[in-house]
């Protein structure tokens, strides 16, 4: 049976597909993507694939670490990130400069809230305005959201309820310093 491939299998109308080393069925979705086979998926599910990559790096870590190290530097990704350096980030010149980007936030959020306290009132109604659900991707948000300045403090904005949007922690988080407008723009 090593020659043949098996075909994925239809139940209550889900493809799924048997990983060839715990032999379950699993969904689709649960197969990392490998475009050298038939069907596009890799043949182990992810879990059983995790399981033989950590033995292999155990086996022979600096292979790993040079086919990564390769990997990244064909794609450009190696020269996007400096490597960790103890002795800068513990240096003083490090600290002086968190100290000042700590104190340059603490500044704008001082001042946000100098013109308008934002009160829990002011929460409940922009939770009404917008339904209960994320102002950017519209997934329901009662149990777990995030207050959003639209116009970023960074960028001038303040505390004005018209600034604030109910907001999906997802969302929040990568929409960074990037004003409504240009979210949208991207995640559209």
Known sequence: MSGRRKEHIFINDIELKECS??????????????KGKWD?????????????D???????????MKV??????????YYKYKPYNPKYYSSVESKKKKR??????????????IE??????????????YNGKCAYCGKPTL?????????????????????LALSCPTCNLSKNDKTDIEF???VV
């Open 143 to 163: 149990n777990n959201y995030h207050i959003d300045h639209k116009l970023p403090l960074s960028k001038g904005g303040g505390n004005e309820i018209n600034n």
């Open 116 to 129: 308008y306290k934002i009160t829990s009132q002011d929460i409940d109604n922009i939770i009404n305005k």
């Open 54 to 64: 950590k033995k292999v790096y155990y086996k022979n870590p600096k292979k790993k």
């Open 100 to 113: 000042a980007r700590d104190l340059k936030r603490r500044t704008l959020k001082k001042n946000a809230d």
């Open 21 to 34: 080393k715990c032999k379950e069925l699993k969904s689709l979705h649960l197969f990392r993507k490998d």
């Open 68 to 77: 990564v190290k390769e990997y990244m530097k064909r794609t450009g990704e």
């Open 40 to 52: 596009g998926l890799y043949p182990y599910c992810k879990s059983c694939a995790s399981v033989k």
């Open 184 to 186: 949208i723009g991207r």
